[in-house]
Structures are given as structure tokens and as C-alpha cells.
């Protein structure tokens, strides 16, 4: 690949949680297997008065559940039906499309794999069981910042180069900080308010049907046939 064309790739990151699943996966597990205290924890995490790891910490310490139960809490996670396209888009595009997520590999990896996504690199936290208790690792955690357990942002840096053009894909308050960096936004939910409230610049979106109109419909000069177009 040459310099050129190394200098001008497109860099997607995109949430999982309530942005590829419909409803967010942890909260559905917490909420099955924790009742009423999650929303305690969950409340203080909204407020942003706990970060990731702390609220991932307090809930595991209460709950109880085996692999085989998570899994099975997993498997009734439903997807948006237009995100399998729009991961095929990409592929024919020639952008890259990676899974930056707050959740669980566990549950992420698991989806995907239901769903013949598995070649989409995934960045998230990480989730062990001994016997009925989950253990939670974060390898991708800012080291001066506890907010999130996986931080966007640092993710965006790395894989960004000059000239690269980096777009988001969100909803939730783990896509706040990387919301400021990226060229293109798109936003449903808390982080549709946050970039409101933030003057940041976003395209709303309810599913990727809407994604892959805006990319279709010629309001990008992102992807290959695009700029072959030109
Ligand atoms: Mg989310």
C-alpha cells in the first residue's frame, strides 16, 4: 500500500451496547441477576460519580452466575438487522470498522459469533468466572483516567494516522470523550444530548438502515467506489 493511500483511510469506531444490540447487554445481565441494586449502581455510574470498572466491581461483587447462565442471558440479545450490512459495506468500501466497547468480550465475541461477524476487531473489557462469580480485567483503560474501563479516545489515537478520517458511531456516555476527536459523528440517546449540549457536530441515526442511507446516498465522499467516482 502506498503512502497515499495509507494516509487516507477511513477509521471506524462503533459502540456495541444499545448501538449494534438493541438495549445494552450488561444492564439486561445486572438487571436479571442483580434485581433492584442495579439501579443504585447505575445511577451513580449516570451521574459519572463511578466509572466503568467501579460499577463493573460493585456489580460483580453481588452477583452470582455461572457461564452457562450468562451465555444464555446472551443469546437473547437481538441485534439491528442493518448492522450485518453495513459491516459488508464497509468491507466493499474499503473502510475499517472496529468494535470499541465499554461491555464484556464474553457477551461481544458471543453475539458476533451468532451472527458471522467474527473478523471485525473488537477492543473491550474482559470478563473471567471462578465457579459463580465474574472476575473483570480492562487492558485498554486510560492510565490517568478511571471513567471507562475501555477508553475510546486512546483507541482512536492509535489506530488513527495523519490525514486518516475517523468516524463514531454511538449512544452511551463511554462515546463522550472520543465524540471530540472524530470528524464525523453519529449519535443516538445520551450522546446524541451530550453532542447537543457540547456544540459537537453529529448525525442522528436510530439504526444502520440510516447509516448506510447517508453513506449511499452520496453525503460522503468516504470509500473507495466514492473517491473512484470523483
Ligand atoms: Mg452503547
Given at each position: 500500500?502506498?503512502?497515499?493511500?495509507?494516509?487516507?483511510?477511513?477509521?471506524?469506531?462503533?459502540?456495541?451496547?444499545?448501538?449494534?444490540?438493541?438495549?445494552?447487554?450488561?444492564?439486561?445481565?445486572?438487571?436479571?441477576?442483580?434485581?433492584?441494586?442495579?439501579?443504585?449502581i447505575?445511577?451513580?455510574?449516570?451521574?459519572?460519580?463511578?466509572?466503568?470498572?467501579e460499577?463493573?466491581?460493585?456489580?460483580?461483587?453481588?452477583?452470582?452466575?455461572?457461564?452457562?447462565?450468562?451465555?444464555?442471558?446472551?443469546?437473547?440479545?437481538?441485534?439491528?438487522?442493518?448492522?450485518?450490512?453495513?459491516?459488508?459495506f464497509?468491507r466493499?468500501?474499503?473502510?475499517?470498522?472496529?468494535?470499541?466497547?465499554?461491555?464484556?468480550?464474553?457477551y461481544?465475541?458471543?453475539?458476533?459469533?451468532?451472527?458471522?461477524?467474527?473478523?471485525?476487531?473488537?477492543?473491550?473489557?474482559?470478563?473471567?468466572?471462578?465457579?459463580?462469580?465474574?472476575?473483570?480485567?480492562?487492558?485498554?483503560?486510560?492510565?490517568?483516567?478511571?471513567?471507562?474501563?475501555?477508553?475510546?479516545?486512546?483507541?482512536?489515537?492509535?489506530?488513527?494516522?495523519?490525514?486518516?478520517?475517523?468516524?463514531?458511531?454511538?449512544?452511551?456516555?463511554?462515546?463522550?470523550?472520543v465524540?471530540?476527536?472524530?470528524?464525523?459523528?453519529?449519535?443516538?440517546?445520551?450522546?446524541?444530548?451530550?453532542?447537543?449540549?457540547?456544540?459537537?457536530?453529529?448525525?442522528?441515526?436510530?439504526?444502520?438502515?440510516?447509516?448506510?442511507?447517508?453513506?449511499?446516498?452520496?453525503?460522503?465522499?468516504?470509500?473507495?467506489?466514492?473517491?473512484?467516482?470523483?
Amino acid at each position: 500500500m502506498d503512502k497515499e493511500k495509507r494516509n487516507s483511510r477511513t477509521i471506524i469506531i462503533c459502540d456495541f451496547d444499545n448501538t449494534i444490540t438493541k438495549g445494552d447487554v450488561t444492564d439486561y445481565i445486572y438487571l436479571k441477576y442483580l434485581g433492584d441494586k442495579f439501579w443504585e449502581i447505575n445511577e451513580l455510574w449516570e451521574a459519572g460519580r463511578i466509572g466503568t470498572p467501579e460499577a463493573y466491581e460493585m456489580g460483580s461483587a453481588l452477583v452470582r452466575i455461572t457461564p452457562e447462565q450468562f451465555d444464555q442471558a446472551v443469546d437473547e440479545v437481538e441485534i439491528d438487522p442493518y448492522f450485518p450490512e453495513f459491516y459488508q459495506f464497509c468491507r466493499d468500501e474499503g473502510l475499517e470498522l472496529y468494535i470499541v466497547s465499554d461491555g464484556l468480550d464474553r457477551y461481544v465475541e458471543r453475539v458476533l459469533r451468532k451472527h458471522g461477524l467474527t473478523e471485525i476487531p473488537v477492543y473491550t473489557n474482559s470478563v473471567s468466572f471462578q465457579e459463580d462469580r465474574m472476575v473483570m480485567s480492562f487492558p485498554y483503560q486510560d492510565e490517568e483516567c478511571d471513567l471507562c474501563g475501555t477508553c475510546k479516545e486512546a483507541i482512536l489515537e492509535k489506530l488513527r494516522g495523519e490525514g486518516d478520517l475517523a468516524i463514531l458511531i454511538g449512544d452511551g456516555g463511554s462515546d463522550f470523550c472520543v465524540a471530540h476527536s472524530a470528524d464525523i459523528v453519529f449519535a443516538k440517546g445520551r450522546l446524541k444530548d451530550y453532542c447537543e449540549e457540547n456544540g459537537i457536530p453529529f448525525i442522528p441515526f436510530q439504526s444502520f438502515q440510516d447509516i448506510l442511507k447517508w453513506f449511499r446516498e452520496g453525503r460522503s465522499t468516504v470509500g473507495r467506489k466514492a473517491h473512484r467516482e470523483k
